[in-house]
């Protein structure tokens, strides 16, 4: 993917994929707010998010969204009235096409509290969806890594989970979309 190619302050919509190549949920918008080496960041407030069966809804609160290039998934960073919840999704790194961030989610979540707490979330919903798709091996033992890798940055409070990182970005997406 060419940097040179994105640009800051520009819409862009998201699209999760399953292993089988299904769209599993789409996100009408995501604005980039800045550029890293390593990740993307994007933010977005009452989104329209459109489920595989055709339900929609829209999010709650700002959120803040990670994409890494080359890691096994994506963070988002939920500005809720009582702290910041992380919403974390093991996932393929991502690719932009056509104005869209896509990925495939690979149904393991991991959910982190305001108090640094966290919970590995759907752990049945993925060994089902290994078996039905045949996920490979090699896929299985990356994902395990790359859960442990996201769980040290946790606990080390690195990118998205550094005090006052989802503040800081939370305010920019703010003044950019107020304009």
């Not at 699209?15 to 996100?27: N, T």
């Not at 991502?94 to 919970?119: A, C, H, Q, W």
């Amino acid at each position: 993917m060419n940097k040179e190619k994105l640009e800051i302050g520009k819409k862009y919509e998201i699209h999760g994929y399953k292993h089988d190549g299904k769209i599993h949920r789409s996100w009408d918008e995501a604005v980039l707010l800045e550029i890293h080496d390593e990740y993307l960041i994007f933010g977005n407030e009452k989104t329209k998010v459109t489920e595989s069966d055709g339900r929609s809804w829209r999010t709650k609160e700002p959120a803040m969204l990670y994409f890494y290039y080359n890691k096994w998934f994506n963070v988002i960073g939920q500005y809720k009235k009582n702290g910041i919840f992380y919403y974390c999704n093991m996932a393929s790194p991502f690719i932009i096409e056509e104005n869209t961030i896509k990925y495939i989610d690979y149904d393991l979540d991991l959910r982190v509290f305001p108090d640094g707490s966290f919970k590995v979330l759907d752990r049945g919903e993925y060994n089902y969806h290994k078996e039905l798709m045949n996920y490979p091996d090699k896929i299985d033992k990356i994902l395990k890594s790359e859960l442990t890798e996201l769980i040290n940055l946790v606990r080390n409070k690195v990118d998205a989970f550094q005090p006052g990182n989802v503040e800081f970005y939370c305010n920019l997406y703010k003044r950019k979309k107020n304009g």
